[in-house]
């Protein structure tokens, strides 16, 4: 079996059969280029997995990026997208040979994937039912059965529940085992995988460093939960009362009350599919479903007299659904400004003291002098600043942060949140509630839980 050589900065990068190397570097270093530029020479031999905006800044078109971030977004349950025909783009009207050998060879591996990566609770359900951490398990498995000899997984466990993270590591000791060459690119030390044999280190799309290594020991930090009493002596700004939501015929949240008062910061908590982003879009009012739910917002209940955007201007969200379809023609000013809304829903032209609350968040977190690029050119993580700096603008009453810091490097999102914590210490009226899976994802100041997928803490 042949070598797989892409070339770096004008050095030779080569991945040898069985090999399996973690890439590591700081942001704009080019862990997601590389990845894609392997897949792209060697196509019948190494399977991509990358997730969201990142695939354009990695040269790909936007329409295989959303393809990536998606699974498709259509009707079409788990088990149809991870048919023979589906996973490798055979037409149902194409006649070919009966091929058993290779249906035979992926019934095993689709047996295997099946239980590696616990696909069994979402086999029958849409595609578009499931959450990010769902869609990610789905698209691995999906390039497994695509039974190359390589596989380029690129920052496969962000979004991942702990419990998720711990069954993908083990899952890449056992493709390792059956000698597949692997190729993950990470953003977290904490992150690269036991099987580990080599790594190679960039910088500014040049290779640092590269070579046998041995994987650290260090693993994520569980979350620390707190309990602490409401603060009843302020407004409410939220009030859900015996809350069900259905997902084929399974109740997310099994009749929760939750009482959130002006100026609390609340972190929500879960396993992948436990409902924590379902329940903001019902928050925010994206879902029908608002309606039909008991949810008061700032002492209101959507409907007659309470149009939603009499509410829903007095909100902001940052969420990995709104990154991946942020129109990537867009310039980064456009993109901060487009959250400006009126009670009407009808978009605002940004006052002078936006524009200057603008340019100060542009410039502490780096975007200034990039103002003007276009969106799908920047990295996931710096895109995913510039609409922190959208949800921010408005100076919103309630800020829902939906894994804020997913796709961040480490400088990048320790300034972020540095920047978070002053504002929060600045603005003690905001209401707050983040979704995160590990505890260097929170702002400082969260000190309130809530625990989805279980009793409610």
Partial sequence: MNTWTVEIGGVAWTVAPGERWVV????????TWVSAQLARRYPDDVALVTFG?????????WAGARWYASVGYDSRTVAETLTYEAVNGISPFEVRDPEPEAREAFAKAFDW???ALLL???????????????????????AILRLTPALALDDPFAGLDPAMQRTLRDALDALAAQGRTLVVTVRNEDEIPPCTTHRLRLRDRAIESQGPCRPPKARPREMAFRKNPPSLDTPTALRLRDLHYQVDGRDLFGGLDWEVHAGERWLMVGPNGSGKSTLLSLILGDSPMAYACDIERFGARLGPGVPLWSVRSRMALVSPELQAFA?????????VFSGLFDREGQRKRPTPAQRKTAAALLNALGLYERRKERLGTLSDGLARL???????????????????????EDAERDRLLRLLGRLLDETPALTVVCVAHRPDHVPPGFDRVLKLGGPHA
């Fill in 327 to 335: 129109d990537p023609g867009q310039t980064v000013e456009a993109a």
């Fill in 53 to 61: 905006g990142q695939a354009a800044a990695a040269g790909t078109d």
């Fill in 113 to 115: 994937a099946r239980e």
């Fill in 120 to 142: 069994d609770p979402l086999l029958e359900r849409q595609t578009l039912q499931l959450s990010n951490g769902e869609q990610r398990r789905v698209m691995l498995a999906r």
């Fill in 24 to 31: 590591t570097g700081p942001a704009a270093s080019g862990k």
């Fill in 386 to 408: 510039a609409l922190v700096i959208r949800a921010l603008v408005p100076a919103p009453d309630l800020l829902l942060l939906d894994e804020l810091c997913m796709n961040l």
